[in-house]
C-alpha cells in the first residue's frame, strides 16, 4: 500500500532560493530515506534520517522528522541549477522486512 | 556506500519476448530489491531476491511474469517475461547492507534499465 504522501508535487523556484518538500506516511517507521532522481535515472541516495532523530542535515540538505505528526521535510538550502530532479521519500515500516515504500515524488525545478 | 550497475542500461524489444537484466554490487549486501517505474510514476516494489531460494513477491507481480534468479550476494536477475507495451518502464535493483555501520539500513540503486516495448 502506498504510505508516502509528498507535497508538493511541483515546485519552481529561482536559483538561490531555499526549496522545501514535505512527505506524509500513514504507519509507524523505522527509518526514512530521502532520494534524488535525475530525468528518469537511478536514484542518489540523500539521507537517512531514524525514527528517533529529529533532523539531519548534509551539506545544504536539512531533513526533519516528527513521528508525532508522521511527516518529514527536506530542505535543500542557496538552490543551484543543478538540483533540479524528482525528489522520493521512502519509509522503511517494522512490518516490511526492510522494504521501502517510495511516496509520489516533488518534481523541483531551479530557474537559473 | 554500494555501487550498483546494471545491465542493459536500455533497450527497445518486441511484443511477447523476454528481456533479462542483470544487477552487479561491487560488496556484500544482505537484500537486494527490484522495483518497477512507469513512465511518470514512482518507484513501486517488484520482489525481494532472496540468495539461493526464490524471490518473495508483491502483491501483483508473479514469478512467471517476472522470474528473479539471485546466485550470489553480489548478484541478481530479473527477467521480463511475454512482454507487451505495458511492461515500458525503468526497472531498478537496489541494495542494503547489515551490520553497524554509518550506512546501516541505506538502500541503494542501480541506474536503471529502460525498457521500451513495441
Known amino acids: 500500500s502506498q504510505q508516502g504522501e509528498e507535497d508538493p508535487q511541483a515546485l519552481s523556484i529561482q536559483e538561490g532560493e531555499n526549496a522545501t518538500m514535505n512527505c506524509s506516511y500513514k504507519t509507524s517507521i523505522n527509518n526514512l530515506q530521502w532520494y534524488r532522481q535525475n530525468s528518469g535515472r537511478g536514484l542518489v541516495h540523500l539521507i537517512l534520517?531514524?525514527?528517533?532523530?529529529r533532523e539531519k542535515h548534509s551539506g545544504r540538505l536539512r531533513v526533519t522528522l516528527d513521528t508525532s505528526k508522521k511527516s518529514s521535510s527536506l530542505l535543500i538550502t542557496a538552490s543551484r541549477a543543478a538540483d533540479t530532479a524528482s525528489y522520493f521519500c521512502?519509509?522503511?515500516?517494522?512490518?516490511?522486512?526492510?522494504?521501502?515504500?517510495f511516496g509520489q515524488g516533488t518534481r523541483l525545478t531551479i530557474n537559473p | 556506500s554500494a555501487v550498483i550497475s546494471q545491465k542493459p542500461s536500455r533497450d527497445i524489444c518486441q511484443r511477447g519476448t523476454s528481456l533479462t537484466i542483470q544487477c552487479q554490487v561491487d560488496?556484500?549486501?544482505?537484500?537486494m530489491f527490484w522495483y518497477r517505474q512507469q513512465p511518470g510514476q514512482s518507484l513501486t516494489l517488484i520482489a525481494t531476491?532472496?540468495?539461493?531460494?526464490?524471490?518473495?513477491?508483491e502483491s501483483g507481480f508473479v514469478i512467471d511474469k517476472f522470474p528473479i534468479s539471485r546466485p550470489n550476494l553480489t548478484f541478481s536477475t530479473l527477467t521480463v517475461s511475454n512482454m507487451s507495451p505495458e511492461d515500458s518502464s525503468i526497472y531498478l535493483c537496489s541494495g542494503q547492507t547489515s551490520g553497524r555501520t554509518s550506512s546501516y539500513n541505506e538502500q541503494f540503486f542501480g541506474p536503471g534499465t529502460r525498457l521500451t516495448v513495441l
Open positions: 531476491a532472496n540468495q539461493g531460494s526464490e524471490a518473495t513477491y
Open positions: 534520517i531514524r525514527s528517533n532523530e
Open positions: 521512502a519509509t522503511c515500516h517494522p512490518w516490511g522486512a526492510q522494504k521501502l515504500v
Open positions: 560488496s556484500q549486501v544482505t537484500m
